[in-house]
């Protein structure tokens, strides 16, 4: 009965972000209308998201190596990013706050989701050193894309709210994949009145939390009382609920940058 209800609210949700959608093609601008859909889909995300987990829009992402992202629609960040790099609503988050990132697409063809992919391959490859050790806690990592991590590593999400049919959209997935390492692989596609692409076990179908080699693409149709937004839900939350993070170490972001010098010393 429960699940039942939040179906039919999730349902609701559903068919009112499809309204505002159609509002937003109102907007005489093409960047004016981009960024309404993104908040709509930022709004979404923050109602789902554990609560330690926060959703960000128009944010740049910088690595202690100097390294940047590319620009990125909606990033999903530690609670405890420092507030100081918010200037005038744009947000500089340092990577190793980062959890996730989500890229919004109008209409997602083969070209927007290769250039959806290659945005999360190069998000998921900026490299996060900057932490500070805490003394005599046991090591904490995370296993994914095939690999065990001291960090939470970037997961990489494409959101729609349409499409070419979901099973071109696989068969264009499959080909970028196919020479890369998972590693740079999305997590998932999701598609708003279609479904959604996610990779699984090719022997009984059993989803991954994220892709690893031999996975097969799976494609899931969507129930249509409740489009893509219930196992959105719930794909955010076993997605992010364990997202976990050591304590920050900003010295190395300010590089050859004076903090001031030593004039007088006193000992005892």
Same mark, same amino acid.
């Given at each position: 009965? #429960?699940?039942?209800k939040?179906?039919?609210?999730?349902?609701?949700?559903a068919?009112?972000?499809?309204?505002? +959608?159609?509002? &937003?093609?109102? +907007?005489? /601008?093409?960047?004016?209308?981009?960024? *309404?859909?993104?908040?709509?889909?930022?709004?979404?995300?923050? $109602? =789902?998201?554990?609560?330690?987990?926060? @959703?960000?829009h128009?944010?740049?992402?910088?690595? @202690?190596?100097?390294e %940047?992202?590319?620009?990125?629609?909606?990033?999903?960040?530690?609670?405890?990013?420092?507030?100081?790099?918010?200037?005038?609503? +744009? !947000?500089?988050?340092?990577?190793?706050?980062v =959890?996730?990132?989500?890229?919004?697409?109008?209409?997602?063809?083969?070209?927007?989701?290769?250039?959806?992919?290659?945005?999360?391959?190069?998000?998921?490859?900026?490299?996060?050193?900057?932490?500070?050790?805490?003394?005599?806690?046991?090591? !904490?990592?995370?296993? @994914? =894309?095939?690999?065990? /991590?001291?960090y939470?590593?970037? &997961?990489?999400?494409?959101?729609? +709210?349409?499409?070419?049919?979901?099973?071109?959209? $696989?068969?264009?997935l499959?080909?970028?994949?196919?020479? !890369?390492?998972? %590693?740079?692989?999305?997590? *998932?596609?999701?598609?708003?009145?279609?479904? /959604?692409?996610?990779?699984?076990?090719?022997?009984?179908?059993?989803?991954f !939390? &994220?892709?690893?080699?031999?996975? @097969?693409?799976?494609?899931?149709?969507?129930?249509?009382?409740?489009?893509?937004?219930?196992?959105?839900?719930? /794909?955010?939350?076993?997605?992010? *609920?364990?997202?976990?993070?050591?304590?920050?170490?900003?010295?190395? =972001?300010?590089? #050859?940058?004076?903090? $001031?010098?030593?004039s007088?010393?006193? #000992?005892?």
């Amino acid at each position: 009965m #429960t699940a039942e209800k939040l179906g039919k609210i999730l349902s609701s949700v559903a068919k009112r972000m499809r309204a505002d +959608f159609e509002q &937003s093609k109102n +907007f005489n /601008h093409n960047g004016e209308a981009g960024t *309404s859909r993104e908040v709509l889909i930022q709004e979404f995300l923050s $109602g =789902y998201l554990p609560a330690h987990v926060e @959703a960000v829009h128009n944010a740049e992402v910088i690595a @202690a190596n100097g390294e %940047v992202s590319p620009q990125c629609d909606i990033v999903l960040i530690d609670r405890g990013t420092p507030p100081f790099t918010n200037l005038n609503g +744009f !947000r500089i988050i340092p990577n190793e706050c980062v =959890y996730g990132m989500v890229e919004v697409k109008t209409k997602l063809d083969g070209v927007q989701l290769a250039d959806a992919c290659a945005k999360i391959s190069k998000m998921r490859r900026l490299p996060k050193t900057s932490f500070r050790p805490i003394p005599g806690m046991i090591p !904490r990592s995370t296993k @994914a =894309y095939g690999a065990t /991590h001291d960090y939470f590593p970037t &997961s990489g999400m494409i959101v729609a +709210f349409d499409s070419l049919t979901l099973s071109t959209i $696989g068969d264009h997935l499959i080909e970028w994949c196919r020479t !890369r390492n998972p %590693v740079e692989w999305p997590d *998932s596609v999701w598609v708003a009145g279609k479904g /959604h692409l996610q990779w699984g076990d090719p022997r009984n179908g059993s989803l991954f !939390r &994220s892709p690893i080699a031999g996975a @097969a693409l799976l494609q899931i149709d969507a129930e249509p009382d409740q489009d893509i937004l219930l196992p959105l839900a719930l /794909h955010l939350n076993i997605h992010f *609920s364990d997202a976990w993070m050591n304590p920050l170490d900003l010295i190395p =972001y300010s590089g #050859t940058t004076p903090l $001031g010098k030593i004039s007088k010393l006193w #000992t005892i």
